[in-house]
């Protein structure tokens, strides 16, 4: 047995670590399994998907034997909330159980953190829709004052789609970067050296794959000196990755730049160019784009995922694509007139270059090797091109440099290579391990499958939810 399996073992063993740090700690056989397998991967270098069910204590398996191995480590989570229950709660936990002098830090995309940049502009000229968003913005301007992280979780009550968080957090595109005047003190920065110091960083599928398509969070820095990478809830990986390996244009985005445009314009150069007119045109072609993709459907509700041949061939798509590029065009010519007054007008000129070839792209045929749909929502419409699976991008990864690779979920396929996850991720040669519930579901649970039931993703569901548990209970 290897020095890192030893000490796994011990920290798992009645009367080990665990157990002296909470009183309610119970051994499973499970979890010491899937940890001595983390264990040996991690002491291999080599890839590992493990499968546990619910109640075999996967996250303390797979983080155990990462922070007593001693090795620089990033795990990634499905969401925001799961990176901020590990680094809140079991890692604190953890490391203190196991007495280990670990740094941890969080990473999440920059969408999560307060741009001070753009809080300064958004007090001096957001045309701000109602007075709910005038008090969220008061209320985020206090909070700036006192908060050290700037990760607007941690404002209680932030509803999460607020017309006031595209104002006050920045994009790729329109971060001024080292020209920022706040670059100094700006949050975006700060959690990156953070996450470059330390020895664990928590980050998110999404936020993994975008920093490979677009280099922009931090992550790709940090990889090639990590010797354990980990995705947890690895059954999300595949989505998040085709999602964000692929090239989108959202109506969305077109119209945030053209709000974009007519604040810098107005405050820096303001009569040099024809802000309004430019501005109206780029926010009305991106509306008639939404429209053109709602097509015959008369109302959206909660998220729709179209086929692409469903619209492209219509006439009224394709000249909303055209009108797209037309004003995007346009307002490029107008921001690169002026772009020594400002630096916000190299940027915005960047991102109008950028709406003009996504709108060319969508405009022809799909790439070959790639797919294309619509995703629309009462507010917007996304077109996406995307790769089919990740197995090139994790390949292209887990070349670049050898460390140990864990993959692990409660569902990863039906089969003891479970090929369902390792097929589509590229995992053909990976170690499988595949760990049971130690928990007796049929003495102990019942399946209820209620018909008439409001779909996942539509607004009366997690009414809907609420309303049966409590007549089931
Ligand atoms: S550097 Fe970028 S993210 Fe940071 S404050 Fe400036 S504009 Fe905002």
């Given at each position: 047995?290897?020095p890192?399996?030893?000490?796994?073992?011990?920290?798992?063993?009645p009367?080990?670590?665990?157990?002296q740090?909470?009183?309610?700690?119970?051994?499973?056989?499970?979890?010491?399994r899937?940890?001595?397998e983390v264990?040996?991967?991690?002491d291999?270098r080599?890839?590992?998907?493990?499968?546990a069910?619910?109640?075999?204590?996967?996250?303390?398996?797979?983080?155990?034997?990462?922070?007593l191995?001693?090795?620089?480590?990033?795990v990634?989570?499905?969401?925001?909330n799961?990176?901020?229950?590990?680094f809140?709660r079991?890692?604190p936990r953890?490391?203190?159980?196991?007495q280990?002098?670990?740094?941890?830090a969080?990473?999440?995309?920059?969408?999560?953190?307060?741009?001070?940049?753009?809080?300064?502009?958004?007090?001096?000229?957001?045309?701000?829709?109602d007075?709910?968003?005038?008090?969220?913005?008061?209320?985020?301007e206090?909070?700036?004052?006192?908060?050290?992280?700037g990760?607007?979780?941690?404002?209680?009550?932030?509803d999460?789609?607020?017309s006031?968080?595209?104002?006050?957090?920045s994009?790729?595109?329109?971060?001024?970067?080292?020209?920022?005047p706040?670059?100094?003190?700006c949050?975006?920065?700060?959690?990156?050296?953070?996450?470059?110091?330390?020895?664990?960083v928590?980050?998110?599928?999404?936020?993994?794959?975008?920093?490979?398509?677009?280099?922009d969070?931090?992550?790709?820095?940090?990889?090639?000196?990590?010797e354990?990478?980990?995705?947890?809830e690895?059954?999300?990986?595949a989505?998040?990755?085709?999602?964000?390996?692929?090239?989108?244009?959202?109506?969305?985005q077109?119209?945030?730049?053209?709000r974009?445009?007519l604040?810098?314009?107005?405050?820096?150069?303001?009569?040099?160019?024809?802000?309004q007119d430019?501005a109206?045109?780029?926010?009305r072609a991106?509306?008639?784009?939404?429209l053109?993709?709602?097509?015959?459907l008369?109302?959206v509700?909660?998220?729709?995922?179209?086929?692409w041949?469903?619209?492209?061939?219509?006439?009224?798509f394709?000249?909303a694509?055209?009108?797209?590029?037309?004003?995007?065009?346009?307002?490029?010519?107008?921001?690169?007139?002026?772009d020594?007054?400002a630096?916000?007008f190299?940027?915005?000129?960047?991102r109008?270059?950028?709406?003009?070839?996504?709108?060319g792209?969508f405009?022809?045929?799909?790439t070959?090797?790639?797919?294309?749909?619509?995703?629309l929502s009462?507010?917007?419409?996304?077109?996406?091109?995307?790769?089919?699976?990740?197995?090139d991008?994790?390949?292209?990864?887990m070349?670049?440099?050898?460390k140990?690779?864990?993959?692990?979920?409660?569902?990863l396929?039906?089969d003891?290579r479970?090929?369902?996850?390792t097929?589509?991720?590229?995992?053909?040669?990976?170690?499988?391990?595949?760990?049971?519930?130690?928990?007796?579901y049929p003495?102990?649970?019942r399946?209820?499958?209620p018909?008439g039931?409001p779909?996942?993703?539509e607004?009366?569901?997690?009414?809907?939810?609420a309303?049966?548990?409590?007549?089931?209970?």
């Open positions: 047995m290897t890192l399996r030893e000490d796994v073992a011990q920290a798992f063993a009367g080990g670590a665990l157990a740090a909470d009183d309610r700690y119970t051994e499973r056989e499970v979890q010491q899937m940890a001595q264990a040996a991967a991690i291999e080599r890839a590992l998907v493990a499968e069910g619910t109640g075999v204590g996967k996250t303390f398996a797979y983080l155990v034997p990462t922070l191995s001693g090795k620089r480590a990033l990634s989570t499905a969401t925001k799961l990176q901020d229950q590990l809140m079991d890692l953890l490391r203190d159980a196991l280990l002098p670990v740094t941890l969080l990473l999440k995309g920059r969408a999560s953190y307060l741009c001070l940049h753009r809080l300064s502009l958004a007090r001096h000229s957001a045309e701000l829709p007075r709910w968003a005038v008090r969220t913005l008061a209320k985020i206090v909070w700036a004052r006192a908060t050290k992280s990760d607007l979780a941690e404002l209680e009550g932030l999460e789609r607020s006031v968080i595209p104002l006050v957090t994009t790729r595109e329109n971060c001024l970067g080292s020209e920022c706040e670059y100094r003190d949050h975006v920065m700060k959690a990156r050296r953070d996450a470059m110091a330390a020895d664990l928590v980050v998110n599928h999404h936020l993994f794959f975008a920093d490979m398509a677009l280099r969070s931090g992550v790709a820095e940090l990889l090639p000196s990590v354990v990478a980990v995705f947890d690895a059954h999300q990986l989505e998040a990755g085709v999602q964000f390996l692929g090239t989108t244009l959202g109506s969305a077109v119209i945030d730049f053209a974009d445009m604040g810098a314009g107005l405050q820096h150069a303001r009569g040099l160019v024809s802000w430019m109206s045109a780029c926010d991106a509306r008639d784009l939404r053109a993709a709602v097509g015959a008369r109302e509700r909660g998220s729709l995922k179209l086929r041949e469903e619209r492209a061939e219509q006439a009224g394709a000249k694509l055209q009108e797209i590029a037309a004003a995007c065009d346009c307002a490029k010519l107008g921001l690169e007139s002026v020594e007054l630096p916000d190299a940027k915005l000129a960047e109008a270059a950028q709406f003009v070839r996504q709108a792209l405009s022809g045929s799909v070959p090797g790639r797919v294309r749909w619509i995703d009462p507010h917007q419409a996304r077109l996406v091109e995307s790769p089919l699976d990740i197995r991008a994790l390949r292209e990864q070349a670049a440099a050898p140990a690779w864990i993959f692990t979920s409660a569902t396929g039906d003891e479970l090929s369902w996850f097929e589509s991720a590229g995992l053909d040669d990976a170690t499988t391990l595949r760990v049971g519930s130690p928990f007796d003495a102990h649970a399946l209820y499958i018909t039931f779909k996942p993703n607004p009366g569901h997690p009414g809907a939810v309303t049966l548990a409590a007549r089931c209970a």
